[in-house]
């Protein structure tokens, strides 16, 4: 098998999900190539992945910043109940939302909320 028919096998096994974009992309290395584009996913399957989950927040009186936490979006279930010990109370923030983003594969901020009362201005991305 000549290298184009290995590299279009490779990239042909991303799209179909039996391996992972990074381990694509490692074997096309192995193979001496530099992958040209990323394939097109499946058919209702997200362009990205997020791979980070952040939140901060920050105390709007001062603007300095309280909370800065930064985690692997694959740890998130225990993140999110950890959250929720230190903020059971940040509206706007359903769990089972942040997990319908996660799939759907949102990058940015996903949560902009000011709680006047707290004096606290949260924030919510996926990197």
């Known amino acids: 098998m000549d290298s184009s028919e290995e590299r279009l096998k490779v990239l042909q096994m991303i799209q179909n ?15 001496g190539q530099k992958p040209a584009a990323s394939p097109e996913p499946p058919e209702g399957q997200p362009t990205r992945t997020p791979r980070w989950f952040r939140l901060r927040v920050i105390d709007t009186s001062t603007g300095k910043v309280r909370v800065n936490v930064r985690m692997p979006v694959s740890v998130i279930n225990a993140g999110v109940k950890m959250g929720a010990r230190f903020s059971p109370e940040v509206e706007g923030l359903n769990t089972s939302d942040l997990l319908e983003h996660i799939r759907a594969g949102d990058i940015g901020q996903i949560v902009d909320v000011t709680d006047e009362e707290e004096g606290e201005h949260v924030e919510v991305f996926l990197e």
Not at 17 to 31: D, N
Request: no cysteine.
């Open 17 to 31: 999900g039996k391996i992972t974009a990074e381990e694509g992309m490692r074997l096309l290395e192995a193979l």
